[in-house]
Nanobody, 125 residues
């Protein structure tokens, strides 16, 4: 189960931190990610962080186009939680944000195995 939280209303230029608490899976063995879907648009990959079991790619992160530099993803294995720190938010970041989990890696364009329920982020201009 994935439980996302932290969404809300923020002004442009502001920041939000989303959290996603995972349960029922071996957290360290899963890549964790965030996707978003704006009204009337297709779901979009936001960011992902790889599984934590390998020392070579521990916590490798990757981001959707144009998001790196504003968004940061991190994971806390002890608390089985993944975070998405969003800075300098823009109105076009308005969307429902979904967390997701998939064994080892998340490949943009493919569906992760598990999805959370989504949390709404609204950025006002």
């Amino acid at each position: 189960q994935l439980q996302a939280s932290g969404g809300g209303l923020v002004q442009a230029g502001g920041s939000l931190r989303l959290s996603c608490a995972a349960s029922g899976l071996t957290f360290a063995g899963y890549a964790m990610g965030w996707f978003r879907q704006a009204p009337g648009k297709e779901r979009e990959f936001v960011a992902a962080i790889s599984w934590s079991g390998g020392t070579r790619n521990y916590g490798s992160t990757y981001f959707g186009d144009s998001l790196k530099g504003r968004f940061t993803i991190s994971r806390d294995n002890a608390h089985t939680t993944v975070y998405l720190q969003m800075n300098n938010l823009k109105p076009e970041d308005t969307a429902v944000y979904y967390c997701a989990a998939n064994p080892l890696t998340i490949v943009p364009g493919t569906d992760p195995r598990y999805w959370g329920q989504g949390t709404l982020v609204t950025v006002s201009s």
